[in-house]
């Protein structure tokens, strides 16, 4: 069974988005998403490399 790599909620509790990053298949889910878009440094440990990762910019 799949899990987020966030939060651990697996994919029969919440919809999970695959990930492809640094050869490695990692899963993360809709709830979790908006972190690695906005704030990815706080998934340092749980995601390599999360704090050199830069968040989205968006023109609001």
Do not use: W
């Not at 990692?26 to 706080?42: E, F, N, Q, R, T």
């Amino acid at each position: 069974m799949h899990t987020c790599l966030n939060c651990n909620r697996s994919e029969n509790e919440m919809p999970l988005i695959n990930l492809q990053y640094k050869g490695e298949k990692l899963y993360i889910c809709s709830g979790c998403m908006p972190v690695l878009l906005h704030s990815p440094a706080k998934l340092a440990g749980k995601l390599p490399d999360a704090e050199k990762i830069q968040p989205a910019h968006h023109d609001h």
